[in-house]
């Protein structure tokens, strides 16, 4: 029974079968006041084109109903750009043991104690802004420093790697070392099958020296980036399908339900958090491999 609204008034969310899903992220809005190039969620063959919405009592209700049927645990709010509906974000949190929430940041950030905040930004500001927008570093700065570093939030700067800014790794973490925030991450592009977007790396080889980079600034940094770099060395070329699959075999995000805005605003699951076509040969995302590292070491993905 929903804590929101009457029964009567909500339709039944997509049947997604009965097994288990510990984790799943929901795509909150379809509306974004960015668009980088390099963003997965807007890219053709996937599902997130402007379709029908789904009001704030109806997603509430259907959460809440997903969660006690696949005993989902965590959830991750995404976009678009989620903090378009702060509201309805704030509101859905706590159905969930662990929440999180993936933002520009160009609407601030949310102070959410006990629970995750990651800021997408690429680059120091001279490569960022050609990327997500003029002011865009600045604006994300200024709500950085506007919030409370001591609410209790957990606060990632996190820089989406491609081919186009690899050469402001160093730059980056330079420029945000210093700011309130808990640390810095790095992910790098998840292409599609048939993607010509040139941000990827066709020879995986050319991407190793690229995530040596990140390495480096690890050991330089060790405390700020919080990549781990036994994670960083599975994405490598001679051993990045351990943890990926050809065809996403061995992903653990693949074990995510995926809650993507479909036809008739009715929730729709994809193959895997990146959209329908992604090219698991050359997944670039950190999570994929920091979570099959921990599997295998038995420790926790948090360690």
Partial sequence: MSSFVPVSDIREPTDFGDRDFPGALVNVTNVCNLSCRHCFVFRAD??????????????????????????IRSMLFMGGEPMIRKNLVLQAMPLFQQSSIVTNGTYGIPSVPGHLVTVSLDGPKAMNDPIRGEGVFEKVREAVFARDPNDGTTVMLQMTVTRENAPGIEAFVEEVKDWPVTGIAFTFYVPSVDDETNLGWPDLRDRDRVIDQVIAVKRKHPDRVKSNIAALELMKSDRCLEATGAHGETCGLRRMLPLYMGEGGNFERTFCCYGNNVDCTRCGAYAVFNGYHHRMAGTPEDA
Avoid: I
């Avoid at 996937?46 to 005993?71: F, V």
């Fill in 46 to 71: 996937n599902p997130n084109k402007p379709k029908d919405k789904m009001d704030d009592a109806t997603m509430l209700a259907q959460l809440e109903r997903l969660r006690d049927k696949h005993h």
